[in-house]
């Protein structure tokens, strides 16, 4: 840990760059063995930073890069002149300004990091973000070093016809030997890590977009041939996208092409490099017999993330990594918004909620919590958390919340327009936001700085004489590393006070039915008069803070709520909290008889079940039980096998008394529609495969199951049939021919097997880790591609909890096996991986014990790379 230590990067330490790089000029020449770069980098000294003592010139590299030659304005430089250290190249005695040529020879297909430049299948393809650009060539690979760049690319004409790379073409040349180049140009002076480079065999689908301007943009998407078929899906996100951020941001497109490259092997979704983004195929290509509703909702929500990024992320970038979340939490708002106006609000928020409740506020919880601006890292890909991005997304949210929409809105345009070009902080970003509004945004900014989720506690008082009803606010944050004693928040609460038939009170004089109460202290009240009875509150509409909120409601309030509120956001919310409620009763009260909080669960599930003009989709979500990843988010005392039974006692029992019920939404929410991935339809079917999950329990549910499985025409009923299959232990027959079936039906469908693989691997049946096992040595299966390692060990790890926390623990050693063959391959999907291990301290014995020894373990391995070491080191 010590070593790892001194390694960390601190944001206290940040200084200017002394140097600047005005001019980058790359050249390629993709080999079968190897690939030459060279690199031409027009350099001076910073005159911000300028001082009288000649430092030498630190340019970023790594060991991968071969250095073959290195010249000062075209003068071949003695070994004497420079140093190459740890993949660092120092410069003596640089000039005032001078250029800077160094060739290197890299490896890309031996590049199974997938950082840098790399090969997916037949193509080369790159991902600078954060620091993979070292990977690729000697550079000052930080993000407020902006610079022009012009990229030529030499390749055999018949492999790789196609030959991309950031902002323009402005030359094709035919070469010797059957190769080809293309050199492109970028207009615009971006960092490093937009940097991209594509070659291949690849399709293209076009269309094009006329801007509120009039420039006409090619909008092109590559992808292999045999794909091409399946971007309409993309291609109209993208549309949409560009049309949405034009009328709610103002943000026009800037290039006059936009690209979209869909490989296989991809770190994550998808990159935002300017003009030429590039995604996993997982998050392009889209046809209703491969993709569930679900991934048609990712693919859109992911195409308008990167392209907002044009302006979010692009145009304006940030000026060190410190700052990641100005770009990533601000555009995960932008496309959070998308997707709400694209479909429903409401269920939209329920899904970040949920999202928000079940990953981030367990990442707060653990040892690798942090604030939404770190302090330091040791390894920056460990840094692109849920808190970044997500709880980054909700404190803008409380920002728009603040301002309003319209207050908001300048305070974006003065943003985008006071930085365009630049490379600024989240401190920049409140600015604008304050210097529009004039609201004194110093307390909220500890959103920012502080770490942990904070807890909101209420009461409440009525008197019935003075018909007044006062709330009293406690908060507080837990501590977590390295932040003791936080300061009070300031935390908007949007609420409103219900009478007992469901009405909303006036609240104030102007008759408000909804206020925003502002709760800046450690304690605050705020009183309501002429409330002629005693009201139940409805706190926190719209989740309007990212915290834990408790307030003693009793059963009937939570009914009431849930029937009642105005807000789908509270109407959910109440019947998780009733849900809590049952698993929070001792366990021997099940198996003998239900508890009364059950009996209202029931009452209030069979309210929705009848209701007629309730949004499907809402109704599905109410109606399930919080997942058992968030029943694992306590402090200590988590019996993964205890929870486990409990939450499939209480589907059991409701379905068995919700039954005929069930069955009728199912056949009313079956009626034959030609597949749209339309919300209202992705709505219907929702509700109708949830009400299967729970038919699964029931003698009926087999037969369902099997029947939509045989003859359902899209992947989201025929994946929820065969999930309900495999998870049912009275279907284990039908289950295997299923699974046999979807093979033969999907092997030519990487994605499509990539579900075939997540489902088993999460299947509650007592043998899964056996079949995981062998799904690991099936031939589709590759180590090297982040898809199938998430969808087989991520799958058994992160959401089949009762057979990882076996209590042999052998779902622990088969982890640690997996994230010691990552280590040599991936380390950043290996440091993602391993994160349930890190979560010990939670569970009951023996599971802690297990799970802390192979922490240890991997702790102890000769060559752990920074990204695990840093995230395992920090939970032991
Ligand atoms: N900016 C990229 C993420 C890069 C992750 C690097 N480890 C995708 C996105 O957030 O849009
Ligand atoms: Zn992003």
Partial sequence: ???????????????????????????????????????????????????????????????DLDLESISIDAVLLPKTAYSLEGGRLAIFEPSEQFVLQTIVNIKPQDNTALNGLYRSRDMFCSQCEAEGFRNITFYLDRPDVMSIFFTKIIADKKKYPVLLSNGNPINREELDNGTHSITWQDPFPKPSYLFALVAGKLGCVEDRFVTSS????????????????????????LKKSMRWDETTYGREYDLDIFMIVAVDDFNMGAMENKGLNIFNTSAVLADPKITTDASFQNIEAIVAHEYFHNWSGNRVTCRDWF???????????????????????????IQDVSFLRTHQFAEDAGTMSHPVQPNSYLEINNFYTVTIYEKGAEIVGMLHSLLGAEQFRSATDLYFDRHDGEAVTIEDFVRAMEDTSGINLEQFRLWYKQSGTPIVSVSSEYSENSQRFMLTFEQSCPDTPGQFDKKPFLIPIRLGLLNSNGESHR?????????????????????????????IPALLRGFSAPVKLNYQYSDEELALLSAKDTDGFIRWDACQQLAFRVFREPSNLFGRDTCPQEEILLTTYEQLLSEEDMDPALVALMLQLPGEPLLHDKKNGVDPEAIHRRR??????????????????????????????????IGVRSL????????????????????????????????????CLVNCSRSVNYARIATERFECQWKHETLAMNIWFQIQSASFQKNTLVRVEELLKHSLFDIRNPNKVRSVIGSFCGNNLINFHKQNGTGYDFLENHIKILN?????????????????????????????????????????????????????
């Fill in 507 to 535: 609240l104030n004089t102007v008759g408000d039915k909804e206020i925003m109460f502002k709760l800046l202290d450690k304690k605050q009240s705020v009183a309501f008069e002429n409330i002629s009875s005693r009201p």
């Fill in 1 to 63: 840990m010590k070593d790892a230590l001194s390694e960390m990067v601190h944001l206290e330490d940040y200084r200017e760059s002394e140097f600047l790089i005005d001019k980058t000029e790359l050249c390629f020449d993709l080999g079968d063995a190897f690939t030459v770069v060279t690199s031409k980098l027009h350099i001076r000294r910073n005159p911000k930073t300028f001082n009288c003592l000649v430092s030498p010139l630190f340019l970023d590299g790594s060991l």
């Fill in 214 to 237: 009039g420039r006409s943009v090619s909008l092109q998407i590559y992808v292999e041939e045999k794909d091409l078929g399946k971007c309409e899906h993309a291609m109209n996100s």
């Fill in 824 to 876: 040599d391959i991936n380390p950043q999907i290996g440091a993602r991986l391993v994160v349930p291990l890190t979560r010990w301290r939670r569970y009951i014995a023996p599971h802690s014990r297990l799970m802390r020894r192979a922490l240890q373990r991997l702790s102890e391995l000769p060559d752990l790379s920074k990204d695990i070491s840093e995230v395992v080191l920090k939970s032991l």
């Fill in 688 to 723: 109708k495969n949830t009400v299967l999950d729970y038919l699964m329990y029931t003698e009926l549910g087999v037969e369902l199951a099997w029947q939509q499985f045989k003859e359902s025409d899209n992947m989201t009923d025929q994946s929820s049939a065969l999930r």
């Fill in 323 to 349: 700052q990641l979340s100005l770009k990533e939490g601000f555009t995960v708002f932008r496309d959070a918004q998308f997707s709400a106006d694209m479909n429903s609000p409401t269920v939209k928020r």
């Fill in 648 to 681: 499939e006692t209480l589907r059991s029992s409701l379905a068995e008394k919700l039954g005929a019920k069930l069955e009728a939404v199912y056949h009313a929410q079956n009626s034959y529609q030609t597949y749209e991935p339309a919300s209202s339809q």
